[in-house]
């Protein structure tokens, strides 16, 4: 009876489910597979800058990387900049989603101002963010200037990564707080009448039952905005530092380009690639394993 | 323990006007239940008692305390939702004590609590299971039970039972019941159930687009409606309600039929001469050879235990009278065919007379 319910049963009907498929598989292999596999492969080999010939190293490549000293420093400084940016991307959108949760009059007008940012492309939001602090005519800068405090990111390295931080948080914080909302408006208004009525305060409100609730998106998000950092930072970093100055903010995907594209060793990319993607597995592998367990769903 | 009065209450939404002028009192330890049709703004009054609703203006008083601004929780009051509203990453237990927790009653006395309210309901053995993994019934036992530990001065139910099917439904109705004899806390019901209203309530309100219709015991609103309203709406099948003439404390029909003591005692027609409206529950009007109501059946609902017959009135201008519909609820064996003519008397004392211009019962 089981096998009834299947349309495409048997080797004779194998060749329409295929050919649905294939347009996704294309895309998936040749996009997706060919690439991660050219990188596993490049990882192993070394090659002159010309790329005419290349030779089998091994893992030379990643003991280099990790014997390089400039190397785990990148690797702590993304972390630093990855924990930074989530750290601060999600507590201010979840912060704006409960405000304009409340909010009745203009509600719409508000909740697509707040979206607009997600509109505009890393490097412009970059960018956005470079004029703002510019240290000679930046609006920001000069008002950080009459407060007394020195504003100049070109030669101050905490201060690049703290306009790194901004700059990727104010990009994604429209993403997360259009998730946010959405999973702020989905849950019951009931329950939290109940909570109410129960005796609860706005704040155990919101502790007890809003933030478990919201679960489901706050993990999904976690997970999407660790991606996010990792990569898709690298317009930003490119258009407002350049991994600058003297590699303060060079991120591990900004070295990648840095070392692969401009310093022209391919090998060496190609291993921090493959070491940046074992680490995006691993973390999602961490999240999915320790942290859905603790999801409500 | 406490009554519940409301004075002068007003509610308005954007400019609209959903209660006005609502002032009742709901006594001590009664079973008091608001019913009307949707949109009539019984749950927005319970929202306004519970203080999710901000009243316009008037006062709600609990017991001695005027509660008219206070936040819900201050108000000693607790709700059974239609949804039931139970938090549902919470086991059972915690969904019950979650009120008690937060007011920081000890986890002694909140066990001690939560068993006794858990076997009062029977959810005994399903403490620790969550609300996903209950039925619908045992979902609307925990939310009672919610309520219950809280020891609050008053329930407020807003359409508690509307979700469950109608077995259920009627198994859940006289738990309710049993559970008031037994707290005795003053209990405001919400439903658009008139069943629901005539079994549970002590008190019933019936409220109709924002105002009071009738407030009253069920047999008041049942045996002496107080309009046109209530008397349709109160009751399945809904009361008939014809055309007739006052004369000399006679009714005469539209068809020329006179009618005499068909009236309810407390009804007073001495002095009144012209245009009435006469009601008269199907219940009340009798399958008689004798009697002088002619009229001729329409379409006929065998129930098994009665029959509903849906009839026209008949006379020399049956055409004027087309529209209105009697319908006669007939002994099991009796069972008409569609088109039969057949003759009833109406029950002497059972009879409803109101104004046409007010709606309201001649007094």
Same mark, same amino acid.
């Given at each position: 009876m089981q096998d009834e319910r299947y349309?495409?049963?048997?080797?004779?009907?194998? +060749?329409?489910?295929?050919?649905?498929?294939?347009?996704?598989?294309? +895309?998936?292999?040749?996009?997706?597979?060919?690439?991660?596999?050219?990188?596993?492969?490049?990882?192993?080999?070394?090659?002159?800058s010309f790329g005419l010939s290349r030779?089998?190293?091994?893992?030379?490549?990643?003991?280099?990387?990790?014997?390089?000293?400039?190397?785990?420093?990148?690797?702590?400084?993304?972390?630093?900049?990855?924990?930074?940016?989530?750290? /601060?991307?999600?507590?201010?959108?979840?912060?704006?989603?409960?405000?304009?949760?409340?909010?009745?009059?203009?509600?719409?007008?508000?909740?697509?101002?707040?979206? +607009?940012?997600?509109?505009?492309?890393?490097?412009?939001?970059?960018?956005?963010? /470079?004029?703002?602090?510019?240290?000679?005519?930046?609006?920001?800068?000069?008002? /950080?200037?009459?407060?007394?405090?020195?504003?100049n990111h070109k030669l101050n390295g905490n201060q690049a990564l703290l /306009?790194?931080?901004i700059s990727a948080s104010w990009k994604q914080i429209s993403y997360n707080f259009l998730f946010f909302l959405a999973g702020l408006q989905a849950i019951p208004r009931s329950l939290i009448e109940a909570a109410a009525i129960d005796g609860a305060s706005p704040w155990q409100r919101f502790r007890n039952i809003i933030f478990p609730l919201l679960s489901p998106t706050t993990f999904f998000l976690l997970v999407v905005n660790t991606i996010y950092t990792l990569f898709e930072t690298f317009g930003i970093v490119h258009a407002v530092t350049q991994g600058g100055p003297s590699r303060a903010t060079e991120t591990l995907i900004y070295k990648v380009f840095n070392d692969g594209f401009i310093g022209l060793d391919f090998g060496g990319s190609s291993a921090q690639s493959v070491v940046l993607m074992f680490i995006v597995m691993i973390l999602t592998f961490l999240q999915f394993r320790y942290i859905e367990r603790k999801v409500n769903y | 323990m406490a009554n519940v009065r409301l004075c002068d209450i007003d509610k308005t939404f954007n400019k609209n006007k959903v209660l006005s002028g609502l002032n009742l009192e709901v006594p001590d330890g009664s079973f008091m239940v608001m019913v009307g049709p949707s949109g009539c703004g019984k749950s927005t009054a319970l929202r306004c008692i519970a203080g999710l609703e901000e009243v316009t203006s008037g006062s709600i008083y609990i017991g001695d305390r005027d509660v008219t601004h206070m936040e819900p929780k201050d108000r000693n009051i607790a709700m059974v939702f239609q949804n039931y509203a139970l938090y549902p990453h919470m086991n059972v237990y915690d969904n019950i004590t979650y009120g008690l927790k937060v007011r920081g009653i000890p986890a002694e006395e909140r066990k001690r609590r939560a068993e006794e309210a858990a076997k009062l309901l029977g959810l005994d053995g399903l403490l620790t299971r969550m609300p996903r993994q209950l039925s619908g019934g045992q979902r609307q036992r925990v939310a009672m039970g919610r309520a219950i530990v809280r020891e609050p001065s008053v329930f407020l139910f807003d359409e508690p039972l509307s979700n469950l099917d109608a077995n259920l439904r009627n198994q859940m109705r006289i738990e309710l019941r049993r559970l008031h004899q037994r707290l005795a806390t003053t209990s405001i019901y919400v439903t658009h159930d008139q069943v629901e209203a005539m079994t549970l309530a002590e008190k019933i309100l019936v409220l109709r687009a924002g105002h009071i219709e009738q407030y009253g015991t069920p047999d008041d609103v049942y045996l002496r409606p107080a309009s046109v309203f209530v008397a349709q709406f109160m009751g399945s099948p809904s009361m008939n309600i014809v055309h007739a003439t006052a004369d000399g404390g006679d009714i005469i029909l539209a068809d020329g039929t006179r009618l005499s003591g068909v009236q309810a005692?407390?009804?007073?027609?001495?002095?009144?001469?012209?245009?009435?409206?006469?009601?008269?529950?199907?219940?009340?009007?009798?399958?008689?050879?004798?009697?002088?109501i002619r009229v001729t059946v329409d379409i006929v609902e065998a129930l098994g235990s009665d029959t509903l017959a849906y009839c026209h009135p008949m006379g020399k201008d049956a055409a004027v009278k087309k529209d209105e519909t009697i319908i006669?609820?007939?002994?099991?064996?009796?069972?008409?065919?569609?088109?039969?003519?057949?003759?009833?008397?109406?029950?002497?004392?059972?009879?409803?007379?109101?104004?046409?211009?007010?709606?309201l019962r001649c007094l």
């Open positions: 349309a495409f049963r048997g080797k004779k009907h194998l +060749i329409l489910p295929i050919l649905f498929l294939l347009p996704q598989l294309v +895309i998936t292999v040749v996009f997706f597979f060919y690439p991660a596999g050219e990188a596993l492969l490049g990882s192993v080999y070394m090659e002159d030779e089998f190293v091994g893992l030379d490549n990643f003991v280099v990387l990790f014997s390089d000293p400039g190397y785990l420093e990148t690797l702590y400084l993304t972390f630093i900049f990855s924990i930074a940016t989530i750290t /601060l991307t999600m507590g201010v959108s979840l912060l704006m989603a409960v405000v304009a949760d409340q909010v009745h009059t203009g509600g719409t007008l508000y909740k697509s101002m707040l979206i +607009i940012p997600y509109a505009v492309a890393p490097p412009l939001a970059g960018v956005l963010w /470079l004029f703002l602090f510019n240290p000679s005519v930046g609006v920001l800068s000069t008002f /950080l200037d009459g407060l007394g405090y020195t504003w /306009l790194l931080i | 005692k407390d009804i007073n027609l001495s002095g009144r001469k012209g245009d009435v409206l006469l009601g008269l529950r199907s219940e009340d009007l009798l399958f008689d050879p004798d009697g002088n006669v609820r007939l002994q099991g064996a009796q069972r008409p065919a569609s088109g039969d003519v057949i003759r009833l008397t109406a029950r002497q004392g059972h009879g409803h007379v109101f104004d046409p211009e007010t709606q």
